[in-house]
């Protein structure tokens, strides 16, 4: 258990900041020893860690978050498995709006034979909850794609080397995870890696190759 100080410099967030997410419900209430001593559960910093990330890379609101926390059953003592559920949440909308099969084949307006093919590729998924607004806008590309006759072996290839890269990041995150005491902060520094600094790389070796080969070309 820790007191308001420890979370706080565990956080680094505010004492005010603590109280309004406890008043919004989105931190456990803490064990009160006594009119003004609190202790809180040492998985209140990887909760509000968790919110920090989510407001700085993803711009979502309290009540988005509020909402995502109801929806899932995140258990924060176990910082990996968290860290996948939060991937999980973030590849999809943030508005947590969610379709079956026939829903989804109609909202997208494709063939079950469609659907099959993305799949069988794993370009697309259904997921536990079936399929959210985020692979609506994903076959909405793949269909366009397909118009404009674009080769789909770029996107099996996105789906190798994404393959790859996660077995790499599970393998060097249990390492870590297994070698440290300190969970919260390979939480965080995970959560760093996969979300900021993964597409970093990836966006900016883009910008640079393509303006390579333009002057190459040119």
Known sequence: ???????????????????YYLKEGLLPEPNKVKPNVHYYDEECVNIIKFIKHLQTN???????????????????????????????????????????????????DISE???????????????????SNKEVQI?????KAEELNVDFRLFTEYVVKAKEIAKLEYEIGAQLLSDSNDHNSDYE??????????????NIQTVTTHKRLIKEDS
């Open 1 to 19: 258990m820790l007191s308001m100080r420890e979370l706080i410099l565990k956080t680094g967030e505010a004492k005010s900041t603590i109280h």
């Open 58 to 108: 993803f711009s979502y609101s309290i009540s988005e978050i509020k909402n995502i926390l109801e929806l899932n059953n995140f258990d924060f003592s176990t910082s990996f498995v968290n860290l996948i559920a939060s991937l999980e949440i973030m590849s999809g909308s943030n508005d947590n709006v969610w379709f079956t099969r026939d829903k989804f084949l109609s909202v997208c």
């Open 113 to 131: 034979e469609d659907l099959i093919y993305y799949e069988k590729n794993e370009f697309v998924l259904q997921r536990e909850k079936g399929y």
């Open 139 to 143: 076959v909405n590309i793949l269909k």
């Open 189 to 202: 520094l995970l959560f760093d890696v996969i979300l900021s600094l993964k597409p970093y790389i990836f």
